[in-house]
């Protein structure tokens, strides 16, 4: 029985070892970019704020969000290396409207864009918050570091935050459910303040916009979200 009980264990063992860990399933916004021999960049430095993020599913499919545009593809375990190999890479690829936006979303697409494999970790900081680490697994010290999605992004909006429509010409609805809403900002794609509220409103003029690409955020009592929309 003893030696039964043994060989189930180690059976388990190497069920574990070769796969990977569930951690990584879930919803990750970026929270900083180390480039090669460099300084981390923190991505809440930017002003007005960005919201990168990416999904990875229980498959290894990922989805996600740079600055302005929407990226997908999905990684390969190897068992023997531990390492995720990226299969494959598509983004979208609409202008940002400004050049550092637009090349903090090019440094971060091509992480998941071009190989080598990726060496993935945990980590817990002082804060007892737990970061998911990528890291490319060659020689290069690049590196995302990832915090789970907070209330300001996936749950506000399993609440009931929507936009709608989007695209839009004339009127921009928003719905919140048993959220109250407590400010209401656009920013235009390079970081200027086009509109602000401190009304709860159900809908916001975007008539006079001209057409492109905008960012919405709505702070209520629960949290703060910000919503990429397109003028039409």
């Known amino acids: 029985m003893k030696k039964n009980t043994i060989l ?8 574990s070892a070769l796969s990977q860990d569930s951690r990584l399933y879930g919803e990750w916004s970026l929270f900083s970019i180390t480039p090669d021999f460099g300084e981390p960049f923190y991505v809440d430095s930017v002003d007005p704020p960005i919201s990168p993020w990416v999904t990875i599913a229980e498959n290894l499919d990922f989805n996600g969000l740079g600055v302005c545009n929407e990226f997908s593809g999905n990684f390969e375990y190897i068992s023997e290396t531990d390492l995720l190999n990226q299969l494959n890479f598509s ?24 190989p080598p494999n990726l060496d993935y970790f945990f980590f817990i900081d002082n804060d007892g918050t737990e970061h998911l680490k990528l890291q490319k697994s060659d020689f290069s010290t690049m590196s995302l570091d990832f915090l789970p999605r907070t209330l300001s992004t996936n749950d506000f909006s399993k609440n009931g935050f929507k936009i709608f429509p989007n695209p839009v010409s004339n009127e921009l609805f928003i719905s ?15 970081g200027q303040l086009i509109f602000k509220s401190n009304k709860d409103e159900s809908s916001v003029d975007v008539s006079a916009l001209k057409n492109g690409i905008y960012f919405i955020e709505i702070t209520s009592d629960q949290g703060k979200m910000i919503k990429k929309f397109i003028k039409e």
């Open 176 to 190: 919140a459910e048993n959220l109250q809403i407590t400010e209401i900002s656009i920013y235009s794609i390079s």
């Open 91 to 114: 983004s979208t690829d609409a202008d940002c409207g400004d050049n550092f936006l637009n090349n903090v979303e090019l440094v971060y697409f091509e992480f998941f864009e071009f």
């Open 8 to 15: 189930i264990f180690a059976l388990l063992i190497s069920v």
